[in-house]
């Protein structure tokens, strides 16, 4: 009688197991932009390397992107962003950490969420709320996505005074995560 109770046990735990791991969806693509318009030029740079999570069950949303892969259409754009404004040696990626309210796992069509929590960038952490919609596709693919403002000064970003008129004092990002169930 022990041996069968052992067994049911285990099968149990190995039920809510795959139950709980079913709750989470990764990143299976990804695109992270910006745009910054200023008076003498605008900028723009995406991103397909950032990776996301989401837990549905705990409505946890997290996700970080590395800063060195936006990809910009002048090189030298590229690489003052890297070395002058973001110091991407000493500061490789933003994130994310959160949790979302307005979602529900079982609606169809699309939703609007907002996700509050902590984003650091440029090593420093903000408290922010980022507005979003999240659309349930199947029952293993998930479609996030938002558009938000960050003010470069919120993150200790600094713009040289000769370059005032080309570069923005914020920036609106663009964030398109497709998640699968894991």
Do not use: C
């Not at 590229?78 to 973001?86: D, G, L």
Request: charged share 25%; net charge positive.
């Amino acid at each position: 009688m022990k041996s069968v109770s052992k067994i049911l046990s285990i099968i149990l735990l190995l039920a809510l197991g795959t139950k709980a791991s079913a709750q989470k969806y990764s990143t299976e693509k990804s695109t992270v932009g910006f745009y910054s318009h200023a008076t003498l030029e605008d900028i723009k740079a995406n991103n397909t390397q950032s990776k996301a999570i989401l837990d549905v069950a705990n409505h946890s949303v997290a996700f970080t992107i590395p800063i060195r892969d936006f990809k910009f259409e002048k090189s030298l754009m590229q690489e003052h962003f890297n070395e002058k404004y973001m110091e991407s040696d000493k500061f490789p990626k933003s994130t994310f950490q959160g949790k979302m309210t307005g979602f529900d796992i079982n609606k169809k069509g699309p939703q609007q969420v907002s996700a509050t929590g902590k984003m650091t960038m440029h090593g420093v952490t903000k408290d922010v709320e980022i507005p979003g919609t999240v659309e349930v596709v199947n029952a293993s693919t998930i479609h996030l996505n938002s558009v938000f403002t960050i003010k470069l000064d919120d993150y200790q970003i600094k713009i040289p005074q000769l370059l005032w008129q080309k570069i923005a004092e914020q920036v609106e990002v663009k964030i398109d995560f497709t998640l699968i169930q894991k």
